[in-house]
């Protein structure tokens, strides 16, 4: 939960029965999605509010890049969406503008380490607006569009969002049930 950057991407050759660590160094990795073509893999970077790439196959093999950064909230998981671009949870927004206590806390591991030591998950989650965002991103990166529940009304703490048959499925590290989003009336 500190957010220090000790993630790791790692893949597991079934053939070989290796591991390769892909990508290092990530700060609290989370959503992780296979590229359509498979030459690519997205992992979000929840404290880091970005998402990163690293490429699996093709002539860029091994490459790695940001794919979004500076996200406005903190991406949790990464689902494909059925046009051909990625639906992207954040699980809490930045305020913009404005002083953001977990970017500031994002670079300072160390005192996030000392938070956590002092106060309880369920202490610290009362200072988490509980405003929910989900945003689809093109196949480039770029926002699309969004969905705002901007007083946690409908699902706080969104985390995750799936794409089935025209419906959003929306679900919540914090809620016990699932929010369904027809999205031919939006």
């Known amino acids: 939960m500190e957010g220090i950057n000790d993630g790791r991407l790692l893949e597991y050759d079934t053939f070989t029965k290796e591991v390769t660590v892909l990508m290092d160094n990530l700060r609290f990795p989370n959503g992780v999605q296979l590229s359509p073509n498979e030459d690519f893999v997205l992992v979000a970077e929840l404290t880091m509010a970005r998402i990163r790439r690293c490429y699996v196959s093709g002539l860029n093999k091994g490459g790695l890049d940001l794919f979004v950064e500076n996200l406005p909230g903190f991406p949790d998981n990464i689902r494909s969406s059925s046009s051909g671009g990625y639906w992207v949870a954040m699980s809490a927004v930045r305020p913009n503008p404005g002083f953001s206590m977990h970017d500031f806390l994002s670079q300072k591991p160390w005192i996030k380490k000392i938070i956590f030591k002092l106060l309880s998950q369920e202490t610290l989650m009362k200072f ?59």
């Open 128 to 186: 988490v607006p509980k405003y929910s965002l989900v945003v689809e991103l093109h196949d480039s990166g770029v926002c699309k569009r969004s969905f705002h529940d901007p007083h946690g009304t409908v699902a706080t703490y969104v985390s995750e969002a799936h794409e089935q048959d025209g419906y959003l499925y929306l679900g919540s590290f914090r809620s016990p049930f699932l929010c369904r989003l027809n999205l031919s009336e939006v």
